[in-house]
């Protein structure tokens, strides 16, 4: 028994023993503030900087073309609570560096040879391209080395940038963190017809395995600001930027896919000419291909419930059903006006299906799909688009005009 007792408590001194050792820690760790922590990153056409030149003169450097520069947005660890020289304002959080080359990858290496840490990828929130180097250059090869796998990971955002890309990682805010700032902007969906839902490295990687054209939301900077304005238009077969969507394009673009989760319509009474805020509570639509023979149709069908949110016609009253139909027939015309300009440029200038026009052929028509796809962008334009827009106002708010 004396025995037994003696085993019972030898094992349970060797189980501490094992479990202390298992909560030492890792050996292998590294503090966070000595690693170059990286959030954003933007690509535009090749600008070297003056001190990038220097450096490059004194050290030779590695054979390159300067066909992009890449700008790479790091965590400041030094920012939190500090104060400049003299007493002035907080440091930034955020540092940028730029490198200038031909690799995205070689470029990413160079900064081990102007900092003290290793990078660290994982943490990138978004990537923002500049318009000069996607018209240029395959959007598939400038990002051939994050869809291998190269630490950041595929939930990544990916943006296009209507001038530098830099630039849209400035703030002249001391504690504002422009990375974090666009991620929050994208989160604002639900609030806007003018947002595009969100795009992802993995989204954006099958988007260009599938041959077809599509939308990057866009984004604009000046003096340190930001917003997001229209959307990018990337053609389908060769992997380049083709154009715009105007704000008010997209917010038609919008409407035809049904993918809005929130937003308004503003509109004007045709017996007053006062202004009427439609807000869009839900959203729908059902585009229907049609095929006889050789040709190709399409009927869009557009569905919206919403509230009458802000109304300026003084004469009448909200309640009445006569001025609740006025204020429907006055935001469907405003929400055709808007399809109507986003079908002509999208067929007519573009010649781009960004909306999933080929998408239904594909699921409803298979066989037709198989012979029209590989030239699918040009016979889009061609195809005749009815659409046919149903909003009704489900609620008025508790104020009605005498």
Known sequence: MKQSLNNVRFLLVSLSVLLLLSLTGCWSSQEIEERGLGVGLALDKGKESTIEKELKERGGGYPERNIMTLTYQFVNPQASGSKGKG???????????????????????????RRDGPMFSPHLKVIVIGEDLV???????LLDLFFRGNAPRLSCLVLISKGRASETLKSKETGDFPSFRLIGIADNQYRTT????????????????????F?????????????FAGAAVING???????FLNEKELDGLTWITGKGKGGLVKSFDKKTGQLMIYEIESMKSKITPHVDGKKISFDVNIESEGRLSENWVLSGSSFENTFLKRAEKAAEKEVKRLVKNTLEKTQQEYKADVAGFGNRLRIEHPKVWKKVKKDWDRTFSKAPIKYNVKLTIKDYGGAGSE
Do not use: C, W
């Open 215 to 227: 939308l990057l939301q866009n984004v604009i900077s000046a003096n340190g600001e930001v917003k």
């Open 135 to 141: 018209r240029t250059y395959n959007l598939k090869q």
């Open 87 to 113: 007493g002035g304002g907080q440091q930034k959080p955020y540092m940028n560096a730029s490198e200038t080359g031909d690799s995205v990858h070689q470029m990413i290496r160079e900064f081990s040879l």
């Open 237 to 243: 077969k060769t992997k380049k930027l083709r154009g």
């Open 194 to 213: 003018r947002i595009l839902p969100s795009m992802p490295l993995a989204k954006l990687e099958g988007k260009l395995q599938s041959g077809s054209s």
